[in-house]
């Protein structure tokens, strides 16, 4: 990808030399897939950061483009705490039932994307659709944890799973990495930038835990759901009329 703008030179297409840079925030739902599986659901959170954006050339009606953002993102997981039929988990001093079992685990990151993006519509202004894929890399800032399980405390009905190793071992490796992919579209103008409406999925290929015959977890990968709005504006753009 790094070579990418030097390869573009030497393609059939029409060359472009646009840089943009902004602001994204969104929303986050995440998960990690333990293995023995532990049952979940998803946990949201917020992302937001800075957006870089090199646009090398529109090659027929692919606009090629590197994009890359530096973001602060909230992970985790949340815990499906139920009965072998399916039901909540109380204590047995709720008659009531007001307060079931709940289990929370937020993990906070530096997130940096580097993604090939290819746009087809509009550059200057009106619409474009695009799609991109790359690498991500995660940085590891802190971790909280919200609960109401008090251990050893007897529980009118007992728990599904019986993994629960996860809930007091804190994170053990701090660096993530994986694979992220999305599509959107975007509005341009020349007056107000570009304004991105973007959905994306997550696939980490690293652990939160240790995965050695040792360890408890085989597997312990995160992933996750982002919704997010960007605004880009332009610093360095193609001296073109015919750039639509």
């Given at each position: ?172 490796k701090k660096f993530d990495y994986g694979v992220v992919g999305g599509a959107g579209i975007e509005y341009s103008h020349p007056k107000i930038g570009h304004i991105l409406l973007e959905g994306r999925y997550y696939f980490g290929l690293g652990n939160i835990y240790g995965n050695t015959k040792q360890d408890y977890f085989g597997k312990s990968n995160q992933q996750a759901i982002v919704i997010k709005m960007s ?14």
């Open positions: 990808m790094l070579l990418l703008p030097m390869v573009a030179k030497a393609q059939v297409g029409e060359y472009r030399t646009d840089f943009a840079v902004g602001v994204n925030g969104g929303y986050t739902m995440s998960q990690v897939a333990f293995q023995p599986d532990v049952p979940e659901g998803w946990l949201g959170g917020l992302t937001g950061g800075v957006s870089f954006r090199y646009t090398c050339e529109k090659y027929f009606k692919s606009i090629c483009a590197i994009a890359a953002e530096v973001n602060y993102s909230q992970m985790g997981w949340k815990e499906d705490i139920q009965d072998k039929d399916n039901n909540p988990v109380y204590y047995v001093d709720d008659p009531e039932k007001q307060n079931p079992l709940k289990y929370e685990r937020r993990i906070n990151y530096i997130q940096i994307p580097v993604m090939a993006r290819m746009g087809w519509g509009r550059e200057r202004k009106g619409l474009q659709a695009f799609v991109q894929l790359g690498p991500q890399i995660g940085i590891y800032m802190s971790e909280s944890t919200s609960t109401n399980i008090i251990p050893g405390k007897v529980t009118q009905t007992q728990r599904s799973s019986v993994v629960t190793a996860q809930e007091s071992m804190p994170v053990e605004y880009l504006f332009d610093i360095v753009r193609t001296k073109n009329d015919k750039i639509k």
